[in-house]
């Protein structure tokens, strides 16, 4: 009898113990309408996490979710960021996400050949930051002036790729991963080109700018360098439609009337390189400006499907502009 009555108290316990076990393991929460948000810090303890995530309602109970982690050794791979539960999850399926770092990512692709308002004006249209404040920041900001990239700011320094955001970032976060990306790509080989070509790294993005915006095939990249060094060797005027059409406000204007028109960028009017970047260009740009093509061109003028013509003298580029005028003349006009 008394066997049968610790047989029975087992059992019950036994039961109990699958009952917990199903309930706080296996079975899923229910469903969470919006997602319930939950931010991992960096450097935070199991524990705080797993009483994060209980609090949340995220899980049923922390010191399962804790036994849990400890037991199949995830706790310690858990990845720091802002992840969104939408619920209906066992305890399983949490950890899941949380070590392989599921969390909530704003993504922003910078291309290359963008400005700074430019850029603004895409960073804001993610809802990440403003985009005056973001662009005040990168013209005059306390990043920017502790770099020394005054008195132009971070014009030619803010890297094109692909970045992922936390959504609480701020606009410092935002400035210092690009800027950060720019000085990766100075490495100590690229210093070292620098220092033989007699440049700076202003000098190395002006030039790299001014290619990125002139050159339409990638290809032609270091024969347009190559071309602009060829004209500063002589002392020649750019003549770089881009430099002219350049505007610290991101103001359009016309290149036709643009080269006319003065200023400190308009490269009709001086010798030598603009005061600074007209625009923030790519990896295959800086290694143009790094690496030109030795050549003897001095001229080169766009042609329909995105390439150029270069030539070697003015006679022989003025006879190129006017074939090109003629081939365009003599297509018949698009069909409306």
């Known amino acids: 009898m008394k066997r049968a009555a610790t047989i029975l108290v087992l059992a019950i316990l036994v039961g109990a113990a699958y009952t917990a076990i199903s309930y706080y393991f296996l079975s899923p929460t229910e469903k969470f309408a919006p997602p319930r948000e939950v931010t991992i810090e960096k450097g935070e303890s199991f524990r705080q996490i797993a009483r994060a995530l209980t609090d949340a309602g995220v899980v049923r109970s922390e010191l399962a979710l804790r036994l849990y982690g400890r037991l199949s050794r995830t706790a310690s791979q858990i990845k720091p960021g802002d992840y969104a539960f939408k619920g209906d999850e066992r305890i399983p399926d949490v950890m899941g996400h949380l070590v392989k770092g599921d969390f909530i990512v704003v993504t922003i692709t910078i291309p290359e050949g963008l400005s700074i308002h430019e850029i603004a004006e895409r960073v804001a249209a993610t809802g990440l930051v403003c985009e005056t404040e973001f662009e005040n920041a990168a013209r005059d900001g306390p990043m920017v002036r502790a770099l020394g990239l005054m008195p132009l700011g971070a014009e030619g320094y803010l890297f094109p790729a692909t970045y992922k955001f936390s959504p609480h970032a701020k606009t410092d ?140 003298s003015y006679a022989a580029h003025r006879h190129v502009i006017a074939l090109e005028r003629k081939d365009s003349a003599a297509k018949p006009p698009a069909a409306r």
């Open 173 to 312: 976060d935002v400035l210092a991963a690009m800027l950060a990306r720019f000085y990766q790509v100075l490495t100590p080989q690229v210093e070292e080109r620098m220092f033989a070509f007699g440049l700076d790294a202003r000098r190395l993005v002006t030039m790299a700018s001014i290619v990125e915006k002139e050159a339409k095939a990638p290809d032609e990249r270091p024969l347009i360098a190559g071309v602009f060094y060829n004209r500063l060797r002589l002392e020649m005027p750019l003549q770089s439609d881009p430099t002219a059409e350049y505007e610290l406000d991101g103001a359009k204007e016309s290149a036709a009337s643009a080269v006319h028109t003065t200023s400190a960028f308009n490269t009709y009017d001086f010798t030598g390189l603009p005061p600074g970047p007209i625009a923030n260009p790519g990896l295959k740009s800086i290694e143009a400006a790094l690496y030109p093509s030795q050549t003897d061109f001095l001229y080169f003028v766009a042609r329909e499907g995105g390439t150029h013509v270069f030539s070697k």
